[in-house]
């Protein structure tokens, strides 16, 4: 593993899991197989940098309502959707919005963006 991936939880302890395989979850899969492909997921990432990954994100923006129930049983504290938006309910820390921040946002923008 390269040496960057290694020391980016160093960094800001940022890291998330997206699945072991490029398979969509939500959409005709069996619940054993969403689960099971969750867990092995973040167990992979957790040995490989030796520190716990309690987020997901959901590739293709492929979730539902049981998809956040299983997250939230394989141990998953949170995950992000690739739905856009700024707008977040703590009700729902299964299915969170992502901001758009591109290299000509700023840090102005950004912060309009989070409400500041």
Avoid: C
């Avoid at 899991?17 to 990432?45: C, D, H």
């Avoid at 959901?58 to 938006?85: F, H, M, N, Q, S």
């Amino acid at each position: 593993m390269p040496a960057t991936i290694r020391s980016y939880p160093q960094v800001g302890d940022r890291s998330r899991s997206n699945r072991s395989q490029s398979l969509k979850l939500a959409r005709g899969r069996q619940r054993s197989f969403a689960r099971t492909e969750l867990v092995k997921s973040r167990k992979k990432l957790e040995r490989k940098l030796d520190h716990r990954v309690p987020w997901l994100a959901y590739p293709y923006g492929d979730y539902d309502g049981r998809i956040e129930t299983l997250a939230k049983k394989a141990g998953y504290k949170l995950a992000v959707t690739t739905d856009w938006g700024s707008l977040q309910s703590a009700s729902r820390p299964f299915a969170l919005k992502r901001l758009r921040v591109l290299n000509t946002t700023g840090v102005s923008g950004l912060a309009a963006m989070l409400g500041g």
